[in-house]
């Protein structure tokens, strides 16, 4: 029996998967493991990482490592070329070295494009992913397997439509109301309660004083649509504006695919198109209206997508020879 390998690394955590390579399904559960993006912990610590949780998994299952015919993952801080070459180098280097199979496929890929993989339904050529968790980011693929991106800029260059985006309009939302700048609303109760705070003015030192990662700040996103559904028009206005920023990315790759049109299928995912409800409905709308696509749940997961990968590749590489 042969086999694939999928991963989805990030900067927290790595999912891993093992399939059958002649039916690409998940077998058991998911493993998970450290974060194994390359810029934060180095290319050699992210190949050592990978290894050991690559044999938890084949023994696990009780397969062998010269069994498994291609692996893929898709990690972030692998954009540029020389980058997944080099990570791509080091992990080969390392699996060979633990007994894998000295022609194993080992395919390194962004973690986007994974995400994008395993979103597009597979009866669909093309497509689009819009992701919108503690910041914000979008690719489509075409016809020909290429792609196109819009956003990924962070939340200093962009990340419109994101969790941070929408937190920290309702964070400027309640200091502009505290200084009588801007209309009164709830975020004012509603956020200095979700931080145990008790006036206005404290929000400095939370904000300054304590170097917030963005992704604490982001959690009060969901404070923010909190607010927009018990009907506060501020918070509705900063909801409308992240899902008209979100529809903005879809019309970008519209603009650089030229063969995208309004029957193309718009897929999304991250932590805002989950729990917001008030934001996927606004940004549905959105599509309708400027005619920008279909939406449609994503299909599969990143992993799933990593794994499409790696069948593909084990496939091309046995009618090569």
Not at 6 to 35: F, N, W
Not at 120 to 147: F, R, V, Y
Not at 281 to 299: C, D, M, N, S, V
Request: glycine letters at 10%; a neutral charge; proline letters at 2%.
């Amino acid at each position: 029996m042969a086999y694939i390998i999928g991963m989805d690394g990030g900067g927290t955590k790595t999912s891993y998967a093992v399939s059958r390579i002649d039916h690409v399904s998940i077998l058991g559960t998911e493993l998970e493991g450290p974060g194994t993006n390359p810029q934060m912990i180095g290319f050699q610590q992210m190949a050592e990482r990978i290894a050991i949780k690559l044999e938890e998994l084949l023994e696990s299952h009780r397969i062998e490592k010269h069994q498994v015919k291609a692996i893929c993952g898709g990690y972030a801080g692998v954009g540029r070329a020389n980058d997944a070459d080099t990570a791509h180098d080091a992990l080969k280097k390392k699996l060979i070295l633990r007994g894998f199979h000295k022609n194993v496929s080992v395919l390194i890929k962004s973690d986007l494009q994974i995400a994008l993989k395993g979103a597009i339904p597979p009866e669909h050529q093309q497509g689009m992913l819009i992701i919108s968790g503690t910041g914000s980011n979008s690719a489509g693929l075409l016809k020909d397997g290429s792609m196109v991106k819009s956003g990924g800029w962070g939340h200093l260059l962009g990340d419109e439509g994101s969790g941070y985006a929408i937190a920290a309009a309702g964070l400027q939302a309640v200091v502009r109301a505290y200084d009588r700048r801007g209309p009164a609303t709830v975020l004012n109760e509603y956020i200095l309660k979700a931080l145990g705070l008790t006036n206005e003015t404290q929000l400095v030192t939370y904000m300054y004083q304590e170097q917030r990662d963005k992704s604490e700040i982001a959690v009060l996103a969901k404070v923010v649509t909190e607010a927009a559904d018990s009907g506060d028009a501020v918070a509705e206005s900063i909801i409308k504006k992240a899902a008209t920023d979100l529809a903005d990315h879809v019309h970008s790759l519209h603009l650089q695919s030229g063969e995208y049109n309004e029957q193309t299928i718009v897929t999304t995912t991250g932590s805002i198109f989950k729990y917001a409800t008030s934001v996927r409905t606004a940004f549905i709308r959105e599509l309708k209206e400027r005619k920008l696509g279909i939406w449609t749940p994503a299909h599969g997961t990143p992993v799933e997508g990593a794994l499409k990968e790696a069948a593909e590749s084990a496939k091309s590489l046995e009618k090569r020879r």
